[in-house]
């Protein structure tokens, strides 16, 4: 981690009580559905994030979720907290992602369709693991906000563009110019946050899942997969979809529910 970035970091402001009582209740074994239900009521705008979100299409509801409940029902409470903590998390960043030459409508419409193709594969499949994997998706990119600041601050935005038509690799491209990628910062700033060990691990280690530990390597298997079927301009290709299914059957994870989720993606 490079001194200014993570001089960047230890600046950010801390979240609001909202995620802290959300992080509560969801690491809380004795928790209960309506815990979490009575802990987002209390906030009508982040109860109306989630339920936007909860109605994309991506998900292929045939009917609207129209109350907070119903979205806890229907996806589960580590779901609806990715979804809580993407909107609130978010908020707590100024977002300017020309280095990377896409905008912020095109940054976020990047981690809902990650989260999206994710939830579409691994709801019914993996479903324990989607307490990690539900706000891994929909945050493990929000380190390009800080590393898109420090390629401005240091007028690298010419070297930055090279290197990306150079190596044809985001993080490769990040490490060059900046010294750090993508996921290292988003782990490092949920760190600073204290988000729980197994999102900081699977986040740090989506690019090289071995290097996580055991209890991760699955679910740090599964975002790497979906970082590269979804890459940076958001838009699925045969080409990142043909080396997303090289990696699936590299870590022997599940191609026929993948198949279907490509088909509804």
């Known amino acids: 981690m490079t001194e200014d970035i993570l ?17 509560a209740v969801y690491q809380d074994p004795d928790s209960t559905f309506n815990d979490m239900v009575k802990i987002l009521e209390k906030d009508p705008l982040l109860t109306a994030d989630i339920l936007k979100a909860a ?7 045939s009917r609207e979720i ?22 609130i998390v978010k908020k707590s960043f100024t977002l300017d992602l020309s280095p990377y030459g896409i905008n912020n409508d095109m ?53 930055f563009r090279d290197a990306l038509k150079e190596l044809q690799d985001v993080e490769a491209a990040e490490r060059k110019v900046v010294g750090v990628d993508t996921p290292e910062v988003s782990a490092t700033i949920f760190e600073h946050w204290r988000f729980e060990p197994g999102l900081i691990e699977t986040i740090r280690n989506c690019q090289n899942p071995e290097n996580a530990k055991e209890e991760f390597h699955k679910a740090a298997q599964i975002l790497h997969v979906v970082r590269v079927a979804v890459p940076i301009n958001g838009a699925l290709t045969d080409e990142s979809i043909a080396a997303s299914k090289e990696l699936i059957t590299k870590y022997d994870l599940d191609m026929e529910s993948f198949d279907k989720a490509i088909e509804n993606a």
């Open 55 to 61: 109605n994309s299409p991506l998900y292929g509801f």
């Open 66 to 87: 129209n109350a907070i409940n119903q979205a806890v029902g229907l996806f589960g409470m580590g779901t609806v907290r990715g979804f809580a903590l993407a909107s």
């Open 107 to 159: 940054f976020s419409a990047l981690s809902k369709k990650q989260h999206g193709l994710m939830i579409s594969w691994c709801l019914r499949k993996q479903g324990s693991l989607l307490g990690v994997l539900s706000p891994a998706a929909f945050l493990v990119e929000i380190g390009k906000v800080l590393i898109a600041q420090q390629i401005m601050i240091d007028n690298k935005q010419e070297e």
């Open 7 to 23: 001089k960047k970091i230890k600046q950010l402001p801390p979240l609001p009580e909202s995620a802290m009582q959300i992080e």
